[in-house]
């Protein structure tokens, strides 16, 4: 055993007797019948775990072999913390998680299976929902479920009774704002005590301004944030900070949400579930969103910001090893992958869009109709900084930093100096 | 302890393999368990916070880099050691005292003392977590009850939106806790203070506060201590009540906040973080060898 193999040995022993990991615990499956597939689920939260529930009940139901889905679910945080242990340990067959650089990460250190095979035969998938589900080595690894644009929401009754019309450009925003305060509303609702929802803000005004391959090459470190394209994203979101409801460091996004919903605030950039999770059902059909406005003609409102969800094959899984296993969890993920299994789910969990466009969608709502146009007009999908970028770096570094941009939004060139100087350290990790 | 004494009475020869065994198993697991619980994590911690490692890929040695990082380049970290001595001062200077000072008034016999005693007590049966939870309703700008007293809705102040005033509505939260734990230590130790003390004082003509300062406190020492011990490792532990209000950032940084951020999560930052948990062993050794010292110098001069 070598001194590295010892130091590692006894590093997660330690992490493993300091930091209870639950997941772990969760590993074992029956497996062995080569027909019963484990499910790895974070989706904790009620509502999705029901409608989770109801789409593999219906797997089961079809199968003709009758394969079968377990689930081991986990609270979502819990989750989402332990997942490098969870994939290292002893994960389960197949398990939730997110599309884009998140998901690339884990497939470039070999924890993740390969199945471009399945991709050959998906069907109703657009090629930007297939870039997304793409390793940097080309392969594909993940099977897409379903997504939730972000864009700027408000209430039709409040835009009626003050004679608002959705502003196209960066200006008509502005002067939309302006209006909305004589009227005495807070223009935009805002904030970022959870340090994520001002992530969307930025996201999109650097999209707007500067394109989306600019914002992935950032958030892949191949560009400078001391860039005067940078110091203009934050500079054109200072002339917005006005408008937006102060305080924002200490109101998290369901506070800011209810603001929108008591007819306090006029608008809000906020992702699909958002809204409708702190609205009455009386008044879901009130809710409205327009495109986040056009800042530079020349990107239009090409990109939309839409995170994915989906499921992974996990490499350690040891029932995978087995060949009816992995059958059968191939044949969970293209069913998976069909139109009919995302309906099932959206029943259940009408927040969010299926990413099929072979799902059906004369049962969504008005606002779900809209969503899809929207993403389907889209030149590019962006996800979010935290699922774009190395989340070390989201993580430690951009959420202080906006933070502190909101705090303090003069000093940008504080701001992007520091924010390049960590980057660098972190991005300098890479293997 | 009872067997060795037992033992020595009788003549070491009466260890018998039994005996042996015994004291084996009872010594051993108990130092297997330091080794393992202890010492191995903070002997792996220091080891790892000189490598780099995202706790998958290979573990790589990059000396005092992450040192380096940490004190020029991690803009959360002297704000961070900051809270966590001031932390320290509070609850040393402010709280401890007051809780002092509500036990000693109580002891005296205050009308409805009983009544204040559990109102007083009551919010340490609480986590820490659950008075974050408590506090948010409280602070919060928008629908807290405070604002809502103030009748402030024009320009509400940000209690905890606010980076240069969150640290003390926390503070103050964590206090309410802290506050009701001394009292109830402290008046157990006036209650067991000799009566005839404070009657020889009177006799001698001492003050209330002369018969206090030079009398009772002084004989309240062992309770001091562990008052003292206390309020040492609840500063420096502290970490649930600013984890639960904003996930200790935006003016919340503590080093145990910063720790988890680097080492908790996905692509973790296990050799950076443990640079910061190597910190904050420091400055707790830094207070527990202070500790050690102040008792052994006090046993050999009693």
């Known amino acids: ?431 | 302890m009872s067997i060795s004494r037992r033992a020595g009475r009788r003549g070491p020869r009466r260890f018998t393999r039994r005996d042996l065994a015994v004291l084996g198993v009872l010594l051993g697991i108990p130092i297997l368990l330091d080794v393992f619980i202890v010492w191995g994590p903070t002997l792996a911690s220091i080891a790892l916070s000189f490598t780099s490692w995202d706790g998958i890929g290979d573990i790589r040695w990059v000396g005092t880099q992450n040192y380096e990082n940490l004190f020029t380049n991690y803009p959360q970290f002297w704000p961070a050691a900051r809270h966590n001595l001031l932390w320290l001062a509070f609850l040393g200077l402010v709280a401890t005292p007051f809780g002092l000072l509500l036990a000693v008034l109580i002891d005296r016999g205050v009308r409805f003392s009983r009544f204040y005693q559990s109102t007083l007590y009551m919010p340490v049966v609480l986590s820490l977590a659950v008075v974050g939870f408590i506090a948010q309703l409280i602070f919060s700008r928008d629908q807290g009850a405070l604002n809502a007293i103030l009748g402030d809705t024009e320009k509400p102040t940000d209690w905890l939106g606010d980076p240069d005033l969150n640290i003390w509505m926390i503070l103050l939260a964590a206090a309410w806790r802290h506050t009701g734990y001394v009292m109830i230590l402290y008046l157990a130790g006036l209650k067991a203070v000799d009566a005839s003390l404070k009657e020889a004082a009177a006799i001698d003509g001492a003050s209330e506060a002369q018969t206090f300062f030079r009398v009772v406190f002084p004989t309240l020492r062992p309770v001091n201590v562990i008052v003292g011990v206390i309020t040492v490792i609840e500063a420096l532990r502290a970490f649930d009540i600013v984890y639960a209000v904003n996930k200790g950032r935006n003016g919340l940084e503590l080093l145990s906040v910063l720790v988890t951020d680097n080492i908790i999560g996905e692509a973790s930052r296990i050799g950076f973080g443990s640079a910061i948990a190597v910190v904050l062993l420091l400055v707790s050794m830094g207070f527990v060898v202070t500790y050690l010292v102040q008792e052994i110098r006090g046993e050999k001069n009693r």
């Open chain 1, 1 to 431: 055993m070598s001194r590295r193999n010892l130091l590692r040995g006894a590093a997660v022993g330690a992490g493993a007797i300091t930091l209870p990991s639950l997941l772990a615990a969760c590993g074992s499956g029956p497996g062995g019948d080569g027909k019963t597939i484990t499910m790895g689920s974070n989706s904790s939260d009620p509502v999705p775990k029901k409608a989770f529930a109801d789409a593999f009940a219906a797997y089961g139901k079809q199968s003709k072999d009758g394969r079968k889905v377990k689930v081991n679910t986990v609270d979502h945080n819990t989750f989402q913390e332990n997942i490098n242990r969870y994939l290292q340990g002893k994960p389960d067959d197949v398990l939730m998680w997110f599309a884009g650089y998140r998901m690339q990460f884990f497939a470039k250190k070999g924890l993740l299976h390969d199945i471009s095979d399945n991709w050959g035969s998906y069907q109703g998938f657009s090629p930007a929902l297939k870039a997304q589900s793409t390793g940097e080595d080309g392969k594909q690894y993940l099977t897409p479920y379903y997504y939730y644009p972000w864009a700027v929401f408000h209430r039709k009754s409040v835009f009626q009774e003050h004679g608002y019309t959705a502003p196209k450009t960066l200006d008509e925003y502005i002067t939309l704002a302006k209006q909305m305060r004589k009227d005495k509303l807070v223009p935009i609702a805002f904030c970022d005590k959870d340090g994520w929802p001002a992530m969307g803000t930025f996201d999109y005004i650097n999209m707007r301004t500067n394109g989306y391959e600019f914002h992935k090459n950032l958030m892949a470190g191949q560009e400078a944030w001391t860039d005067k394209r940078v110091k203009d994203v934050f500079d054109t979101w200072r002339s917005l900070l006005p408008y937006c409801q102060p305080g924002a460091n200490g109101r998290t996004w369901q506070e800011a949400a209810t603001s929108l919903q008591k007819k306090e605030a006029g608008m809000a950039v906020f992702g699909l579930p958002h809204p409708g999770a702190q609205f009455p059902k009386a008044e879901q059909a009130d809710i409205d969103f327009f495109p986040f406005p056009v800042i530079n003609p020349e990107h239009g409102q090409d990109a939309v910001e839409a995170p994915i969800d989906g499921f992974l094959l996990a490499k350690k899984s040891k029932n995978l090893n087995n060949k009816a296993n992995m059958e059968s969890a191939k044949d969970l993920l293209k069913w998976l992958a069909t139109g009919e299994a995302e309906d099932i789910y959206l029943a259940g969990d009408p927040n969010n869009i299926a990413v099929s466009d072979q799902a059906d969608i004369s049962k969504y709502t008005p606002l779900q109709k809209k969503a899809v146009e929207l993403v389907s007009g889209a030149k590019q999908i962006s996800q979010f900084l935290d699922r774009d970028t190395r989340p070390d770096f989201s993580s430690t570094v951009m959420i202080p930093a906006i933070q502190t941009f909101i705090n303090k939004p003069k000093d940008v060139d504080g701001l992007v100096n520091s924010i390049e100087r960590q980057k660098k350290t972190i991005f300098a990790t890479e293997d």
